[in-house]
């Protein structure tokens, strides 16, 4: 399992996760930005981990919103969730999200913290958590 911290802001790290199943009780209080669909199994798994931001692909979006369901699970929770467009970055690939997302849904938590439908990501985040970053990743998708 890969999860590299390609950030850190505000004392928070900013964990890529492929997949939402990754997400582990150590990674409480962080900014997630999976490569997962924001459906009901994977708002399971979200739930189930106190998170400063979590960010899902909206694979979509799908009837009945069913690839965002997540951020309104997050917000039962009081948790600030949003997805990012999946033709922005692909479906999987947390990476690319972090390069090339582009904000495409916020659950009112989001929103407050000021995250906005059309932003990218990776700035709207720095922009909300603060700019210093100690670590990144380079062209080439290796860390620095």
């Not at 708002?43 to 690839?67: I, M, P, Q, S, W």
Request: with cysteine; charged share 20%; net charge neutral.
């Amino acid at each position: 399992m890969n999860k590299p911290v390609v950030a850190e802001l505000g004392g928070k790290r900013v964990l890529l996760l492929d997949s939402i199943t990754w997400l582990v009780s150590e990674d409480a209080g962080q900014i997630v930005i999976t490569g997962s669909h924001g459906g009901r199994s994977a708002g399971d798994y979200a739930t189930d981990v106190v998170l400063a931001l979590c960010c899902f692909n909206d694979a979509g979006v799908g009837k009945e919103r069913a690839g965002v369901v997540a951020l309104d699970m997050l917000q039962q929770r009081g948790g600030p969730g949003l997805a990012y467009s999946h033709n922005s970055a692909r479906v999987g690939d947390a990476l690319d999200a972090w390069r090339n997302g582009v904000i495409s849904h916020v659950n009112p938590s989001a929103a407050t913290l000021g995250f906005c439908i059309g932003e990218d990501l990776q700035r709207a985040i720095r922009r909300t958590f603060g700019s210093s970053s100690v670590v990144g990743i380079g062209a080439t998708g290796a860390l620095k």
